[in-house]
């Protein structure tokens, strides 16, 4: 294959995304959908593979509130024992179709988002927000986190699956995408209008439904309440979209970027499954008070699968509210980082106009030729966890991606084309 043939390919892959169709279709429990949660004490994780003992704080911490969750442990001494000996299988949740945000724990019984992308057939899957404060995916795992996992098991996920019965055909997230951008949404640090408009979408439906009606009045404040809810639905989207697209095994576009606290990981779509890894970066930012950079915890999350998609970081400029807090400066800077963003994409996605950007495209397609030939390393907005388990988010920022993954990336694909 030629250098003209990349180029062919990749856009075949750009057009499997603009072409894309996700639709949010239901919320089950986790083992209804990924067939390996039913294999005996199966956690999956963010990132790509990793093992316990290899773990930062907040993901050791979110698998012994996993462990709790589903019973597997009475307290943190034996859950931890039964981690660290062997008795439970850590599995990425990119290798059986699902994302995860910050530490990705997802087991068994947790409600997940099921999203179909209906132009290729494929679905994909991941956990739901669970607000603020102390929350499992940062690595707090006592008695208020676990009770609200349970809350979101009994109640909040077959309360939004019998909304989504009732609406019949499911959501369609392009639609949802395209308005929130309009809005001031990144989707990666700022989903305040995409989960506004989930929750004007969802609300009439959940009044609907055969519930107890106290019930209904909790999930829908709730979704009142939880700012950054549709994340999670972008992530699964943003997973969905990108998988379709990889079914071109030609190519350089980036298909997915993840991190698992170790390791950061890339996949491009002409190395098919293909990990690509290099050692993660600690992100830099604003600290809520009593907290400093000396607190925060290395890179971590498969969130980074929005950037992938040409959001969060990739859209900064769309998003100019929330520069500050991920202490990236004003609106020149996140014009600026969108604008250099650009240099390393391929095209803009016709779909998503910004008004900010005197409506161009959202970001289309990272190659990682571009990324290597030019040395500009994508720009992640994230949030920030502390280093010791159950404290929290202690602030939010950006990290970059390390360019060894993509140096490693190209050099396989080379050799693969046998032009080395």
Same mark, same amino acid.
């Given at each position: 294959?030629?250098?003209?043939?990349?180029?062919?390919?990749?856009?075949?892959?750009?057009?499997?995304?603009? *072409?894309?169709?996700?639709? $949010?279709?239901?919320?089950?429990?986790?083992?209804? @959908? !990924?067939?390996? &949660? #039913?294999?005996? +004490?199966?956690i999956l994780h963010a990132g790509p593979p990793i093992q316990w003992d290899d773990m930062t704080g907040?993901?050791?911490?979110?698998?012994?509130?996993?462990?709790?969750?589903?019973?597997?442990?009475?307290?943190?001494?034996?859950?931890?024992?039964?981690?660290?000996?062997?008795?439970?299988?850590?599995?990425?949740?990119?290798?059986?179709?699902?994302?995860?945000?910050?530490?990705?724990?997802?087991?068994?019984?947790?409600?997940?988002?099921?999203?179909?992308?209906?132009?290729?057939?494929?679905?994909?899957?991941?956990?739901?927000?669970? *607000?603020?404060?102390?929350? $499992?995916?940062?690595?707090?795992?006592?008695?208020? @986190? !676990?009770?609200? &996992? #349970?809350?979101? +098991?009994?109640?909040?996920?077959?309360?939004?699956?019998?909304?989504?019965?009732?609406?019949?055909?499911?959501?369609?997230?392009?639609?949802?995408?395209?308005?929130?951008?309009?809005?001031?949404?990144?989707?990666?640090?700022?989903?305040?209008?995409?989960?506004?408009?989930?929750?004007?979408?969802?609300?009439?439906?959940?009044?609907?439904?055969?519930?107890?009606?106290?019930?209904?009045?909790?999930?829908?404040?709730?979704?009142?309440?939880?700012?950054?809810?549709?994340?999670?639905?972008?992530?699964?989207?943003?997973?969905?979209?990108?998988?379709?697209?990889?079914?071109?095994?030609?190519?350089?576009?980036?298909?997915?970027?993840?991190?698992?606290?170790?390791?950061?990981?890339?996949?491009?779509?002409?190395?098919?499954?293909?990990?690509?890894?290099?050692?993660?970066?600690?992100?830099?930012?604003?600290?809520?008070?009593?907290?400093?950079?000396?607190?925060?915890?290395?890179?971590?999350?498969?969130?980074?699968?929005?950037?992938?998609?040409?959001?969060?970081?990739?859209?900064?400029?769309?998003?100019?509210?929330?520069?500050?807090?991920?202490?990236?400066?004003?609106?020149?800077?996140?014009?600026?980082?969108?604008?250099?963003?650009?240099?390393?994409?391929?095209?803009?996605?016709?779909?998503?106009?910004?008004?900010?950007?005197?409506?161009?495209?959202?970001?289309?397609?990272?190659?990682?030729?571009?990324?290597?030939?030019?040395?500009?390393?994508?720009?992640?907005?994230?949030?920030?966890?502390?280093?010791?388990?159950?404290?929290?988010?202690?602030?939010?920022?950006?990290?970059?991606?390390?360019?060894?993954?993509?140096?490693?990336?190209?050099?396989?694909?080379?050799?693969?084309?046998?032009?080395?």
């Amino acid at each position: 294959m030629n250098y003209k043939n990349i180029d062919e390919a990749n856009r075949a892959v750009l057009d499997k995304i603009v *072409g894309s169709q996700p639709f $949010l279709v239901d919320v089950v429990p986790a083992k209804s @959908v !990924i067939k390996e &949660l #039913n294999e005996g +004490k199966v956690i999956l994780h963010a990132g790509p593979p990793i093992q316990w003992d290899d773990m930062t704080g907040p993901m050791q911490g979110s698998c012994v509130g996993a462990a709790l969750f589903e019973g597997w442990a009475d307290n943190e001494d034996d859950a931890r024992n039964m981690l660290a000996n062997g008795e439970v299988e850590f599995i990425p949740c990119h290798h059986v179709n699902a994302v995860g945000p910050m530490g990705g724990i997802t087991s068994a019984n947790f409600p997940v988002f099921v999203v179909e992308n209906r132009s290729e057939g494929n679905e994909a899957y991941c956990i739901m927000n669970e *607000g603020i404060g102390a929350v $499992l995916r940062f690595g707090a795992f006592n008695e208020e @986190v !676990i009770n609200r &996992l #349970n809350w979101m +098991k009994d109640v909040l996920g077959p309360a939004l699956s019998k909304a989504l019965k009732i609406k019949g055909d499911g959501l369609n997230l392009n639609v949802m995408i395209a308005k929130a951008i309009t809005m001031g949404d990144e989707f990666h640090q700022r989903n305040i209008a995409a989960s506004l408009i989930f929750l004007k979408e969802v609300a009439p439906l959940i009044v609907q439904s055969d519930m107890d009606e106290k019930d209904k009045q909790d999930v829908i404040q709730f979704l009142a309440d939880t700012d950054q809810f549709f994340l999670n639905v972008m992530m699964a989207a943003s997973k969905a979209v990108m998988d379709g697209a990889r079914k071109i095994q030609d190519g350089t576009v980036v298909t997915a970027m993840c991190r698992n606290g170790k390791d950061f990981g890339i996949r491009i779509s002409g190395m098919g499954d293909q990990w690509f890894t290099a050692p993660v970066n600690t992100p830099q930012g604003l600290f809520f008070t009593g907290y400093s950079q000396e607190d925060a915890n290395t890179d971590i999350g498969d969130s980074a699968i929005t950037e992938t998609i040409g959001v969060g970081g990739f859209a900064m400029i769309a998003a100019p509210g929330v520069t500050r807090f991920v202490g990236a400066g004003g609106f020149d800077d996140a014009l600026k980082t969108s604008n250099e963003m650009l240099e390393i994409c391929i095209d803009q996605n016709p779909n998503w106009a910004i008004p900010t950007w005197d409506f161009q495209g959202a970001c289309l397609g990272i190659d990682a030729r571009k990324v290597v030939e030019t040395g500009i390393e994508p720009v992640i907005n994230t949030g920030i966890a502390h280093k010791q388990p159950g404290v929290g988010q202690i602030g939010a920022g950006t990290v970059r991606a390390p360019l060894a993954c993509f140096e490693k990336a190209i050099e396989a694909y080379a050799e693969k084309l046998g032009l080395i």
